[in-house]
Nanobody, 121 residues
């Protein structure tokens, strides 16, 4: 059972911004949200899912080089939400974005539907 729901995607032009949100309706892989390192993943067309932003349970943050300085990840443990502010979007940011624990689950059924982000040039 997946209790993570992503939202906020859309079709935008290069240079625009989007804010993605994820809400956990229950535990994450059986663990309380606040005790789990969380991340935003992206599956670009024809590519494997990759981790683009990570936030630990204590708030330490890491980004993949391609989004560093443009994306900001944040979490609210009380509300069990995970956000991703994406600025200065580029066509190469196009993909389906998922939130989940870090490291990500192996089973596909442990992933949510994701939210589609399409950036036109």
């Amino acid at each position: 059972q997946v209790d993570l729901v992503e939202s906020g995607g859309g079709l935008v032009q290069a240079g625009d911004a989007l804010r993605l949100s994820c809400v956990a309706s229950g535990k994450v892989s059986g663990r309380i949200f606040s005790t789990v390192a969380m991340g935003w993943y992206r599956r670009a067309p024809g590519k494997q899912r990759e981790l683009v932003a990570r936030i630990s349970r204590s708030g330490s943050i890491n980004y993949v080089d391609s989004v560093e300085g443009r994306f900001t990840i944040s979490r609210d443990n009380a509300k069990k939400t995970l956000d991703l502010q994406m600025n200065s979007l580029r066509p190469e940011d196009t993909g389906v974005y998922y939130c989940n624990q870090v490291p990500g689950p192996v089973r596909e059924r442990d992933w949510g539907q994701g939210t589609q982000v399409t950036v036109s040039s």
